[in-house]
């Protein structure tokens, strides 16, 4: 069955400190993976988009990994800030079957 | 430009009736799709549609449709409402490519509906 794990399931850190979150999944044929960034009472907004060939992806501090192996992806936040407390969530794209498989999300708090 | 429109914002019905949702994309954008959202089930795909024509649907009954305009507005409508329906539902929309391409979708801020 076509899954998306994300652990943890909230995180707490202090400002400026670093974080990763994870991503596992088990789509296959596997299309891309995207991670999400979403505040809350609004609609996500796209961080980074990842196909199989790329292992790496920044996009400002946030920097995401895939190892298509292994499918696992992480994302990485760099000296978190009080506006980076949100939902992150990660989907794998699929050609065939269930094109979208969404994971349930990591909410993490940045604390002052 | 503008983002993502989606209208009501909030809306509250009861068990038995049907609502229409609507979503403007931004403009340019030819791909419309749909999600669902729950505490419970997390985001779901609901409906994706490209040049007034469903491209990809997701598992949900037939009492979810939508449609697309020409100028690639659209809506979805939900016909006789459970409560089980309640929902954040999200509309999002990109240049042309399918869901499980690499455009970048852009989200608009949702339809918080309540069926009471």
């Known amino acids: 069955k076509n899954q998306v794990e994300q652990s943890p399931q909230s995180l707490i850190i202090l400002e400026g400190k670093n974080c990763t979150l994870q991503c596992n999944y088990t789509v296959s044929p596997f299309s891309n993976l995207r991670w999400y960034k979403q505040d809350t009472g609004r609609g996500p907004v796209s961080l980074t988009i990842m196909t199989f060939s790329e292992n790496t992806k920044s996009n400002g501090r946030y920097t995401a990994t895939l190892d298509a192996d292994t499918k696992q992806s992480s994302l990485h936040i760099t000296a978190s800030q009080l506006s980076d407390s949100a939902s992150y969530i990660c989907?794998?794209?699929?050609?065939?079957?269930?094109?979208?498989?969404f994971g349930a999300g990591t909410i993490l708090r940045v604390k002052s | 430009k503008a983002g993502v429109t989606q209208t009501p914002r909030y809306l509250i019905k009861t068990r038995g009736q049907q609502v229409t949702l609507s979503c403007s994309p931004i403009?340019?954008?030819?791909?419309v799709s749909w999600y669902q959202q729950t505490p419970g089930q997390g985001l779901q795909f609901l409906f994706e549609y490209f040049s007034e024509t469903q491209r990809n649907k997701g598992n949900f009954p037939g009492r979810f449709s939508g449609r697309q305009f020409s100028n690639s507005r659209s809506e979805m409508n939900v016909s006789t409402l459970e409560l089980g329906d309640s929902a954040l539902y999200l509309c999002?929309?990109?240049?042309?490519?399918?869901?499980?391409?690499?455009?970048?979708?852009?989200f608009g801020p949702g339809t918080r509906l309540t069926v009471l």
């Open positions: 989907v794998v794209s699929s050609e065939y079957g269930n094109k979208l498989v």
């Open positions: 403009s340019g954008h030819r791909s």
């Open positions: 999002a929309s990109s240049l042309a490519g399918e869901i499980t391409s690499t455009d970048t979708q852009y």
